[in-house]
């Protein structure tokens, strides 16, 4: 088993969250993992991403080779894009379709939604709208992990104990917010 | 044990309070903060005692970090690669007053420059100080290095240099801990003269340390963390220094076909070196850096066996490694790969939402670059640098750390009017006092903005060793109290702090002025924390 996943978004959006419950999820599971983070300047406010490797063999390389990323799990479209050249041929892109608008010239909206449409394995869904519904638009990250569960490869359950690991320090509502914004995720990419 | 998930960077900070660490010495910089975050919030630490609170700056870390050696007790300092040039002068002689106590000096590369002015490589420190070097592949060796390092340092009585690289340094995977090794007992030197380097002691100290490189290299024969893998085809030999192994493996995952030499300690281990080069057609040098053992492989007559490398433009001189990139420097096809669609624009980092120095900015804009046009503002390192884009357009450089205040005074000298040097609190008690002392000397015409946001922001909201002090700071080294001026960046007090920079320039002489107002971040954290707003 071999997953390459990039997580994409702008700092600040919790893409190390939705790392840290994977990698949880993962090691759990016995299985290897790597996963190269940005720190340092582009946190503020610029595109951030992840590199998280997972298989069940040790893994050498901490980056994700260009041409072989089995997913992109983005919490922003146009950062989503930002990484298509690392997808493999039958690789996943999976996006929240919200823009988060924090530079002057940013694309028309339907002009980038067109391109996410364009790749052949691609779910789309407005993570935030999810969230919102469910008491917490910053549960958000937590709904993209949901409609990625079903191609990772880890049973739900194991995300799920990545959940209560991850948010345990921040109380009980928390972490039930965050399970039903994995099992709503899951419930959206069905569609 | 079960492994613990750990950065790189993390890995060596555990590494190191596993073998008896009784010291951390550092200033932030990205990539090896983590190191220093790791300890100070580690419960080993606190139980332990650990000395771990942040220095003002890498220098006067790294002459700590001697002292503890000196005293008996393991130590590190941590720096990123430019702090190394702050801290070279007590680098350069550690080598010769050599350590006492285990001494381990880590820095962290940024190739690439992803938070950086610049990507020099420190391993070409170790080799001018003639110290061994520690390079580690993954996070499991970066945790194996420190002990190992300590080891080595007191063996050879001499500091040893760990170094990373950012994609180590920030990347997480499973470490297997050792048992925890104690502390060592405090004590002063058996030779009372080991650290006086007056030149007659220094003249002997040298020339030992030069007979010392044979035990180096021995060292580094037998270390574990250099490797020979044999190969069956022998067209090619591949010599692999740090992560460069990581994807050059990764490009094999059935096996490489070819001999490596695996790289983790330096000096470089002759023997394997010598087999592969003697046994190999030609080599493939798979360095994160510059071109550092390439260098030393050709030689200046380069009349030996074919090498390949960043020298030659098998792989660029500039920037880091990854897969695709070795990919090609071994002759294999690219993978597939789809293009970057049109439709994608650049996303550069920003001030936050609501960051005070937006609104010190805006201020000087409108006292400054409105009035006098570009040109006029000496910037430094910090999140403050970002007031280079738009919509502030407000800075003119960005050197080195303190360097806002010292060019402000050369180009004053030039006749450049109004100087004005832009610097954040936890910069100026870096670097910014002495050329404060510098301005009030020489009676230069500066005015200097003291952005105070009560913290090291960019690196993460480390405490900074001048909170709270700055006005006595400045009072005491000599600029006159009416010329001292706090202001509150705040849009609100945008026309009044506009007019306080407007009567700083008139002065002539060293004005201070200083936008205090806590970076969004500490405050937020403070009102969550429930502590004051």
Known sequence: MKKDIILAGVGG????????????????????????????????????????????????????????????????????????????????LITNSNPFKNIPNYPDVDKVHEEVGKLGNNIMIDSEAIAKELGNVRASNIVMLGAASAFLDIPMEKLEDGIKFIFGKKGEEVVNLNLEALRAGRKASNK | MQKMMLLGDEAFAQGVLDAGLSGFYGYPGTPSTEIGEYIQRSP????????????????????????????????????????????????????LTGASGGLIVAVADDPSMHSSQNEQDSRFYSKFAMIPALEPSNQQEAYDMAKHGFELSEKFHLPVMFRVTTRLAHSRAGVSRHEEVAENEMSKPTDPNQFMLLPAFARKKYKHHLEMQEEMVKASEESPFNSYFDGADKSLGIIACGLGYNYLMENYPDGCPYPIVKIGQYPLPRKMIEKITSECDEILMVEEGMPLVEEQLRGFLNNGIRIKGRMDGTLSWDGELNPAKVRAALGMPALPSKPMPEVMVGRPPALCVGCPHADSYKALRAAVVDKYGQGHIFSDIGCYTLGFMPPYKAINSCVDMGASITMAIGAADAGLFPAIAVIGDSTFGHSGITGLLDAIYKQANVVIVILDNDTTAMTGMQDSSVTGRLERICEGIGVEKDHIRVINPLSRMHDENVKVIEEEIAYEGVSVIIPRRPCIHVYSKKKRSGGEE
């Open chain 1, 13 to 92: 959006q919790g893409i190390l969250s939705i790392a840290a419950i994977i990698g949880y999820a993962a090691v759990e599971n016995g299985l290897y993992l790597k996963q190269a983070e940005v720190h340092g300047m582009s946190q503020r406010g610029g595109d951030v991403q992840s590199h998280l490797r997972i298989s069940s063999k040790p893994i050498y390389s901490d980056l994700i080779a260009e041409g072989s990323a089995d997913m992109i799990l983005s919490v922003e479209p146009l950062e989503a894009l930002r990484y298509v050249p690392y997808l493999s041929e039958e690789g996943w």
């Open chain 2, 44 to 95: 080993q630490a606190k139980q332990r005692d650990v000395k771990r609170l942040w220095h003002a700056n890498e220098k006067t870390a790294m002459e700590a970090a001697i002292g503890m050696s000196y005293a008996g007790k393991r130590a590190i300092v941590t720096m990123k690669h430019v702090g190394l040039n702050v801290a070279a002068d007590p680098f350069m002689n550690s080598a």
